[in-house]
């Protein structure tokens, strides 16, 4: 389902961004946990929650491409995008109905691309069920779809 991009969307991209972020925090508590248990004697369930938050936080610093810091899928720069093509009267057609689709933003009436960026997984109801919710969890937020591979 293309969604409307509207003050809904840009808040609920600036909640995710927010929640993305603290997600680091939460990470960081099992990774000071697992390590304090760690010194004092070797419990292997320590040592998991140790490499489990490790691993977390390195998949998130480490860039995927254009060397992008942090590796959020909701980038201040995106957000700010957005709220441009929100505020600007569409020029596109008569009609205009701007949307973000799968793969880009997109007019819905005449299919003008406004955006080529895909849309991120945002805390949307899904309807591919509990593989979708698997495939959220590898991706960490990031669509499956990219369009700027070439960069
Ligand atoms: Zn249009």
């Known amino acids: 389902m293309p969604q409307p991009v509207d003050k809904h969307l840009i808040s609920q991209m600036l909640i995710m961004s927010t929640l993305w972020k603290l997600s680091f925090l939460f990470a960081l508590i099992p990774l000071a946990v697992g390590y304090l248990i760690l010194t004092s004697f070797a419990s292997p369930i320590a040592f998991?929650?140790?490499?489990?938050?490790?691993?977390?936080?390195?998949?998130?610093?480490?860039?995927?491409?254009?060397?992008?810091?942090?590796?959020?899928?909701?980038?201040?720069?995106?957000?700010?995008?957005?709220?441009?093509?929100?505020?600007?009267?569409?020029?596109?057609?008569?009609?205009?109905?701007?949307?973000?689709?799968?793969?880009?933003?997109?007019?819905?009436?005449?299919?003008?691309?406004?955006?080529?960026?895909?849309?991120?997984?945002?805390?949307?109801l899904r309807n591919d069920g509990f593989i979708g919710r698997l495939r959220l969890l590898f991706l960490d937020g990031h669509p499956i779809i990219n369009n700027n591979l070439d960069d």
Request: some cysteine.
């Open 48 to 124: 998991g929650l140790f490499i489990g938050a490790g691993w977390a936080i390195l998949s998130r610093l480490i860039p995927t491409r254009g060397f992008s810091f942090p590796n959020t899928p909701y980038s201040t720069d995106l957000i700010h995008e957005l709220n441009e093509i929100r505020i600007q009267e569409p020029t596109c057609c008569d009609s205009a109905e701007i949307a973000w689709e799968t793969i880009a933003v997109r007019c819905q009436n005449c299919k003008a691309s406004h955006l080529d960026r895909a849309r991120p997984d945002l805390g949307r």
